[in-house]
């Protein structure tokens, strides 16, 4: 089991940038994938980013790619989303995840943050 808690989130203007921490404990960090969600109102979750343990492998949502970075520090035991030029339509909740393998899919991920709500208006 791994937990996850987040931090970030708020209100921003469009074009601006935003970083989410997810700060992880439990189980090794080297024995799991990261991933970042979304869900928007009245919408279904939607995958954005995922790195495996080491970095070397990273998948990006057509949505987000070129505009948000997923990264990690095992060290620190943390996972971060970068987001830059932000748009109304980033406006959602965001989750980390992490899971035994690295995808896609909500169902490759078994250990869920709490969720940052990030508004992007001006």
């Known amino acids: 089991q791994v937990r996850l808690v987040q931090s970030g989130g708020g209100v921003i203007h469009p074009g601006g940038s935003m970083r989410l921490s997810c700060a992880t404990s439990g189980r090794p960090a080297n024995l799991y994938g990261a991933a970042w969600f979304r869900q928007a109102s009245g919408t279904e979750r939607e995958f954005l980013a995922a790195m495996n343990w080491s970095g070397a492998i990273t998948y990006y949502a057509d949505s987000v790619k070129g505009r948000f970075t997923i990264s990690r520090d095992n060290v620190e035991r943390m996972v971060f989303l970068q987001m830059d030029s932000l748009t109304p339509e980033d406006t959602a909740v965001y989750y980390c995840?992490?899971?035994?393998?690295?995808?896609?899919?909500?169902?490759?991920?078994?250990?869920w943050g709490q969720g940052s709500e990030v508004v992007v208006s001006s």
């Open positions: 995840a992490a899971g035994g393998r690295v995808g896609k899919s909500q169902s490759d991920y078994v250990n």
